[in-house]
């Protein structure tokens, strides 16, 4: 069993969570999606170049990390292919597919053990949900049967800053009327999650790095919620 010290879930009213490595298992997912690239690309090697251009969109934003770009949503795509409006057009509609649309069927068997547990337990306990994501996560989100009270991505006009820049979060909390100090962060990469809670003021904990058949961390999680009194009770109660 995970043991998580410092979180005082009587001071906590909303946990937000990160979703790609967080909320399911990347290596599990790009093991599925591998095959389905290969098989793809091996019936149209004349497209071959779509992958290097999938390659460059990830690399070239992982390289910007805590960048505020304005007009995120269109810079990550210049970034890659400049200008020309049909190299544009021709990159998103590949991003889209292979990373927007075609992995969320395999989500349902790819989220963590546990996951949807922790979110009704937090429901349950009066506890807000939000989610802020380095990509658009609405349709990952449905495709785990999962729901959040505030969902952000980096890429919204609001934010247009990728982490560990904080403003991300610190929307998130704005959209929940709750103050960082009162939100709990989720995440996997402390470099940019850690980080970006940090800065933001908000305590963070980092998803354990288990095996998927051996995954306890959300169920380690809930154990701890409902071991502690739960203050909004015992305030009604007195």
Not at 78 to 99: I, T, Y
Request: aromatic content about 10%; overall charge neutral.
């Amino acid at each position: 069993m995970v043991v998580f010290p410092g979180v005082d879930w009587q001071k906590v009213k909303a946990v937000i969570f990160d979703v790609d490595g967080t909320l399911y298992a990347q290596d599990k997912l790009r093991g599925k999606l591998l095959t389905d690239l290969l098989a793809y690309y091996a019936l149209r090697p004349w497209r071959l170049r779509e992958l290097l251009l999938l390659r460059r969109f990830r690399a070239e934003r992982e390289k910007r990390a805590g960048g505020h770009f304005a007009g995120l949503e269109q810079a990550q795509y210049a970034w890659c292919v400049g200008s020309d409006p049909v190299a544009l057009a021709q990159l998103r509609r590949v991003v889209n597919h292979w990373m927007f649309q075609h992995p969320n069927q395999y989500l349902p068997a790819c989220t963590y053990p546990g996951t949807t547990s922790f979110f009704n337990a937090l429901r349950q306990r009066g506890i807000k949900i939000g989610i802020y994501s380095d990509y658009p996560a609405q349709a990952k989100l449905a495709a785990m049967h999962l729901s959040a009270d505030a969902v952000v991505s980096s890429t919204d006009p609001e934010v247009d800053r990728l982490k560990p820049d904080p403003q991300g979060l610190r929307h998130v909390t704005q959209l929940l009327g709750l103050t960082p100090a009162e939100c709990l962060f989720i995440g996997d990469r402390p470099e940019l999650d850690g980080a970006c809670a940090e800065q933001a003021g908000m305590p963070c904990l980092i998803v354990e790095k288990q095996a998927f058949q051996h995954f306890t961390f959300y169920q380690d999680l809930e154990q701890q919620l409902a071991a502690q009194p739960n203050s909004s009770v015992l305030y009604q109660a007195t």
